[in-house]
């Protein structure tokens, strides 16, 4: 392989890693799960009928299971705390609380249903008819096919790692995320604001300032926060896809831990 041929495997790397972070941080997280943006209905749509086929994961259940992420922060309830299984364990931790809510929400069980109550749509098809590894074979298909149209197996690979990253990108985040890092607020959880994890999933590491603003669309609290994903919005802001809600936030627990604090 020629030196082009490795920068062509890092770009098609980056531009599908970046892809099912755009769905994951923006409009999983920021959007469905907080409501820090707002979406016009054909956008909404189109996200729930897509966002399953590009990441794998369900809209519904990811949001459900976050949200109950948020509301038992390290708690014995938390879905995937370093406090109940190390950091280690938090991998297979993700899978099985994802699994479990997935189940639940088909079940109709009213104590996950009320949860997201305010979704709009259901369980997506692939989920409902049991097929959700059909995803995963497309993304398999299309990288099998990026390697024989070049002769590049790397090319390949290098896509479907990036499309179906979020097992990873999750299990940073919410291991280091509430395990290393520096507090700026002092939130009754063991969030905190990890620098690496911030770089790599566009601020997605920033979890002590996540937590004290929940509501909030910008993760990023000091000028050298890294929040790669707050910068999407506002690009997507600007072409109509998302609008930033305006709302002046204030910490939701707590106060801050001596740095200097201000309104977000």
Known sequence: MTVRDYLLCALVFTASYSLSLTYITVFYHRGFTHNALVMPPAVRRFVAATGNWVTGLD???WACMHRVHHAESDSAGDPHS???VGVAGILKAQLDAY????????REEPAVTSVVADLEFGVHWLNRHRVWYLPYLLHACIGAALWLWTGLWLLGTAYFAGITSHPIQGWIVN???HA????NFDTPDNSRNNTIAAWLVWGEGLQNNHHAFPASARFAYRRMDADFGYVVCRALQAIGIVQIRKEKLLPQHGTTTGSTGRDR
């Open 175 to 177: 291991g280091f995320g």
């Open 180 to 183: 290393v890092g520096h507090r």
């Open 59 to 61: 809209v519904k259940a």
């Open 82 to 84: 370093p406090v109940n």
């Open 99 to 106: 699994t479990l809510i997935l189940v639940r929400l088909l």
